[in-house]
């Protein structure tokens, strides 16, 4: 009975060590998973923010390129009356007294 109760005590012990080592082990894996969990949410804040101000920079060239499209096509339509009257002045006949 003496030596079934050692070797109960002596598996416990071997048990109690071998748990102990895993929760050693597990609390460094948290610790590391938690480390890397904070540094990949800074860098995904990081770049959340920089994708924030590309699409800021596109909404503004957008925006540019439309009142430039809008200067263009008004340039151009004055071109075209320019050109129209310009012929009109030059193929007119001239009236002499």
């Keep these: 009975v003496a030596s079934d109760y050692n070797c109960l005590t002596q598996m416990n012990e071997t048990a109690l060590d071998k748990y102990n080592q895993m929760r050693r082990k597990l609390e460094h894996v948290n610790g590391s998973i ?15 923010s920089q994708l924030n101000e590309i699409e800021d920079a596109m909404s503004n060239l957008e925006s540019t390129i439309m009142h430039l499209d809008a200067y263009s096509r008004s340039l151009e339509t004055q ?19």
């Design 79 to 97: 071109v075209k009356k320019f050109e129209k009257t310009s012929l009109a002045t030059r193929t007119s006949p001239s009236i002499k007294d």
């Design 34 to 48: 938690r480390t890397m969990n904070d540094s990949n949410c800074t860098k995904i804040l990081s770049t959340r």
